[in-house]
């Protein structure tokens, strides 16, 4: 009996330690190089880049920006504040996609970026069938300096 109690006290004090949150830091540019292809000119394939900017140990500013590649070279961006809870972030965009959610999961290496939509083609007001997934790395931990992507002013915040 009394080594069942000790083996579960091992199993209750080890699965509560493996499933603790520890706090990643936000704050860098993270970047998506997928599969591409050159070809002359174009450059066929997924790219991306995420700057995230900390304002407090539970908000963010985070500029976004995927580009589809060639031909179309179709793209999907956004800069926004978000709440950042156990390392992770959810963008909606209510306006341009109302089922759009795109959910952002930190480690200490880069971020796993889902993106759920109702329509894939247009889907959290991206260009045509630009979707958000995939892994970013971090490629810097220095605070970025964020950039309008529409106007090129830069944001203070």
């Given amino acids: ?16 330690f493996n499933t603790q949150n520890f706090y990643i830091e936000p704050t860098g540019t993270y970047k998506f190089n997928g ?7 174009d450059v066929y394939g997924y790219s ?3 700057q995230v900017k900390k304002i407090n140990s539970e908000k963010i500013i985070m500029s976004f920006e995927v580009n589809k ?11 926004d504040t ?3 809870k156990e390392n992770r972030v959810i963008y909606t965009d209510p306006e341009s996609d109302p089922t759009c959610k795109i959910t952002f ?5 880069g971020i796993t970026v889902t993106e ?19 892994y970013y ?13 529409i106007t090129g002013e830069k944001i203070e915040k």
Avoid at 1 to 16: D, E, H, P, R
Avoid at 105 to 109: A, G, L, Q, T, V
Avoid at 126 to 133: K, L, R, T
């Fill in 82 to 84: 978000l709440i950042y």
């Fill in 137 to 149: 790395k971090k490629i810097s931990k220095k605070v970025p300096i964020l950039i309008d992507l």
């Fill in 1 to 16: 009996m009394n080594k069942l109690l000790l083996s579960l006290f091992f199993i209750i004090v080890l699965t509560s």
């Fill in 105 to 109: 999961k930190f480690d200490k290496k």
């Fill in 69 to 79: 590649g060639a031909p179309s070279y179709n793209s999907g961006s956004f800069i």
């Fill in 116 to 134: 759920e939509t109702a329509d894939y083609n247009f889907g959290c007001g991206f260009g045509h069938a630009v979707v958000a997934d995939g």
């Fill in 35 to 41: 599969i591409y292809k050159k070809k002359d000119d």
């Fill in 48 to 50: 991306g880049e995420i």
